[in-house]
């Protein structure tokens, strides 16, 4: 029962909504406007518990002294920081007298741009060693097909910057040419796949075969 | 304000916070050293302010509009003893009752399946229950899936691959909005680029028959699409992130040191 249960609601919420798009029905159609609603509800409760695993998780390892415990206790502080400057905290807009809020609050505000946004930038662009060091170990001209990907790849990075155009200023036009033609071909067919791909899964999860999203446990 | 050094003074509101940006923009570039203590500092922050943020963004793009503010609406409903208006019920012209748009207390319905995903913390017991949540989630998430994928990602990829040869049919270059007299043999020649080029690539993925003849030469010719392919994303992430990069030092140079 606590396998078969989940299943059938999983066959009824999946049929509900094929039906809704086949089918030209008033009520269909509200009720499918509704689910996405719902739907959007417990993605957020998702997040709660992705969220709650972290505080579990940090809150352990301070409890236990563990290695490392310092930096968990960051983390917590971090958290909390965030979630009251915007959750709790309310001040005034000087200009409009409008309560300002949330993400609006000034010290919400400052910390997304002071700490969130410099931190997410930098781990992102730290990338850019790694990739550099990745391109030269897949950028080998070890084959007709890695030179490929060589060539393209160069097009496309010297076809943006002004370097490329004084090299040749045709550059840009042959990497707009790569991108609109070659590359959608490509990216194209992948689509296609993957779309059948989901279209196969989706099946199987609504009928019942794939039920690996379960997890374990007793049925 | 410049600080005796050349940097931005820390003694303002908008200094400090260039400060903090500047310090937790070098302690993370402190990795490419080796894994320190100031690199694992910044990390953990950024862990726990990026989680604190994506949840107050949640409560207020989410769970106030569409949760909270129909629950207390739905109760404030049923404390004045307006039993079909709490749960979203309004006259119905012709007659009787109909369902609202306002969905009041019926979101006690999601409320009780997001609540049953929480079972997992708070009463590994009952956790069987957060099944139905998640199968209710996949199922819609399967169901939407199923025409929007074939619609968008099939049909439409399909449609793309043709439709520039509906120049040569007058009826659907009209339809298509194509002008057959103005399409030049380069419209041409990248049309039928881009068809062989789609049909190669599928070629690659089709396992159902042996790679030998005709299958073989589209599988290699679909192999250098896809090659030139991948080679234009990679160009293209490797840009991206570079120009984050560039980003970051910018706010290194002009604004915390102020030079330039």
């Not at chain 1, 033609?181 to 296609?192: D, E, L, P, W």
């Not at chain 2, 659907?172 to 002008?179: L, N, R």
């Not at chain 2, 380069?186 to 005709?214: D, E, Q, R």
Request: hydrophobic share 55%; glycine share 10%; with cysteine.
């Amino acid at each position: 029962m606590k396998t078969k249960g989940p299943v059938l609601v999983a066959f009824l919420a999946g049929m509900l909504m094929i039906s809704e798009y086949f089918l030209d029905v008033d009520w269909l159609g509200k009720m499918a406007t509704w689910i996405q609603k719902y739907y959007i509800i417990i993605a957020a409760f998702a997040l709660v518990i992705g969220v709650t695993s972290l505080v579990r998780l940090h809150a352990t390892k301070i409890r236990d002294k563990n290695k490392g415990w310092g930096f968990s206790l960051v983390t917590i502080i971090g958290l909390l920081a965030m979630m009251i400057t915007g959750l709790g905290l309310v001040s005034q807009d000087p200009e409009s007298n409008l309560p300002l809020r949330g993400t609006d609050h000034p010290a919400n505000l400052w910390l997304y741009d002071h700490i969130q946004v410099p931190l997410g930038a930098t781990m992102f662009s730290l990338l850019a060693f790694f990739i550099a060091s990745a391109a030269y170990r897949a950028f080998r001209a070890r084959s007709p097909e890695a030179t490929l990907l060589l060539l393209s790849a160069i097009i496309v990075m010297l076809g943006q910057v002004p370097v490329g155009e004084a090299i040749w200023d045709g550059l840009p036009q042959v990497k707009d040419w790569l991108l609109d033609n070659i590359n959608t071909a490509s990216k194209r067919a992948i689509m296609m796949g993957v779309g059948l791909g989901m279209v196969s899964t989706a099946l199987k999860i609504i009928f019942g075969i794939e039920k690996t999203y379960l997890g374990g446990g007793d049925g | 304000m410049t600080f005796p050094y050349g940097v931005v003074s820390p003694l303002t509101s908008e200094g400090v916070g260039i400060w903090v940006a500047a310090i937790l923009t070098l302690a993370i570039f402190s990795f490419l050293w080796k894994d320190n203590p100031f690199y694992r500092f910044a990390e953990h922050l950024f862990v726990g302010v990026s989680s604190g943020y994506f949840l107050s963004v949640y409560w207020w793009t989410v769970l106030k509009p569409n949760l909270y503010e129909p629950l207390v609406n739905g109760f404030e409903a049923l404390g004045a003893r307006d039993v079909s208006g709490a749960f979203g019920f309004v006259e119905n012209p012709n007659g009787g009752l109909m369902v609202g748009e306002e969905p009041q207390l019926r979101v006690l319905v999601p409320l009780a399946l997001g609540l049953f995903i929480l079972l997992i913390f708070v009463a590994p017991k009952y956790a069987w229950l957060s099944k139905i949540s998640f199968a209710w989630y996949i199922g819609v998430a399967s169901g939407f899936a199923i025409p929007t994928a074939l619609a968008t990602r099939v049909l439409l990829q399909m449609e793309g691959a043709y439709s520039d040869f509906c120049g040569l049919n007058a009826t659907c270059a009209a339809a298509t909005g194509i002008d057959p007299i103005s399409a030049t043999s380069g419209f041409w020649i990248n049309a039928v680029v881009m068809l062989v080029g789609t049909l190669c690539a599928l070629a690659y993925f089709f396992f159902s028959l042996p790679t030998k003849g005709a299958l073989r030469v589209m599988n290699r010719v679909g192999i250098g699409f896809l090659m030139v392919s991948f080679g234009a994303s990679f160009g293209y992430t490797v840009m991206a992130r570079i120009s984050l990069l560039i980003g970051r030092f910018q706010f290194l140079i002009r604004e915390w040191l102020e030079i330039a």
